[in-house]
């Protein structure tokens, strides 16, 4: 118990009793100062009711939506033609060091290369004769923009879990799959995806989680979630009614929705499983 102990107060601390403390202030009105006032259900019925939550569920959803399969099919590609070549552990931290750079430094570097004048313009621009596009100014690319920054940023760790996968993928399955007449794409699709599905479910689930906390990109690439609320997402959402507009209840509400939203989603996830995971054994 002396071993567990720091860890154990470091999440009573940090994880359970904030955890109470927001479920608690979602039945409260409090802007920080003084005691918070029960309101029951009122700061639901305000969420529930807020075009701005709406917006921010649906571009919270597109981004899990596109970035979630996108990224979990480039990284199994990837990590399939990293299978068989040479030098894999050069080509792994080269994919890899995304993964353990700053989340600003990335929003940064990419919004430099989004700006109208910036290389992807720019060079679109050369090449295809197109005018210069402002991927982070226009409310109908600035959220595909920041799904191409996450697929890029969360893909090295997929491909290194998804090469371990692969490394147990007895050869002996893939040649016998050969010499009974399938090709390379029969293989991908037939024998190696199959045999990955259980680390394809694990990953799809940890990735949907992890896209809708979707925070630090969009705040640091994309200023105040534009244009025009194209990027807000549902934790930008509680930040800015918590931190910003100091609504602690609401925000507490927005965060209790978001938390039932993930439940749901996780629960349809391990529903859906029986149809497409297969266990050895």
């Not at 969420?47 to 981004?63: A, C, F, K, V």
């Not at 991927?135 to 998804?162: H, K």
């Not at 918590?242 to 925000?251: N, R």
Request: charge should be positive.
């Amino acid at each position: 118990m002396l071993f567990v102990a720091p860890q154990a107060i470091g999440m009573l601390l940090f994880t359970l009793i904030p955890f109470v403390f927001a479920f608690v202030l979602a039945f409260t009105e409090w802007n920080g100062f003084g005691l918070p006032r029960y309101i029951g259900f009122d700061n639901f019925r305000d969420q529930l009711t807020s075009p701005l939550l709406g917006r921010s569920i649906i571009n919270t959803l597109i981004i899990a939506v596109i970035t979630v399969p996108i990224g979990l099919f480039l990284a199994i590609l990837v990590a399939t033609a990293l299978n068989k070549i040479k030098g894999r552990p050069f080509y792994m931290v080269l994919f890899f060091t995304p993964v353990v750079t700053s989340t600003v430094a990335i929003a940064l570097i990419w919004q430099q290369i989004l700006r109208p004048d910036g290389v992807l313009s720019d060079f679109m621009s050369r090449t295809l004769g197109i005018p210069q596009i402002d991927w982070l100014g226009d409310p109908r690319l600035a959220l595909l923009a920041v799904c191409a920054v996450t697929i890029w940023s969360s893909m090295g760790l997929n491909i290194v879990i998804f090469m371990a996968g692969l490394q147990n993928v007895s050869p002996s399955v893939l040649e016998a799959a050969a010499i009974d007449g399938a090709g390379p794409v029969s293989r991908f699709f037939k024998v190696i995806l199959p045999l990955l599905s259980p680390i394809i479910f694990y990953q799809s689930v940890v990735a949907f989680i992890s896209s809708l906390q979707t925070f630090d990109l969009v705040f640091i690439l994309v200023k105040n979630a534009g244009p025009d609320n194209a990027t807000r997402t549902i934790v930008y959402h509680i930040y800015d009614l918590g931190f910003a507009k100091s609504q602690f209840g609401i925000s507490s509400a927005a965060s209790i929705i978001l938390l039932l939203l993930t439940l749901l989603i996780t629960a349809l996830q391990f529903a859906a499983q029986k149809r497409f995971v297969h266990y050895e054994g």
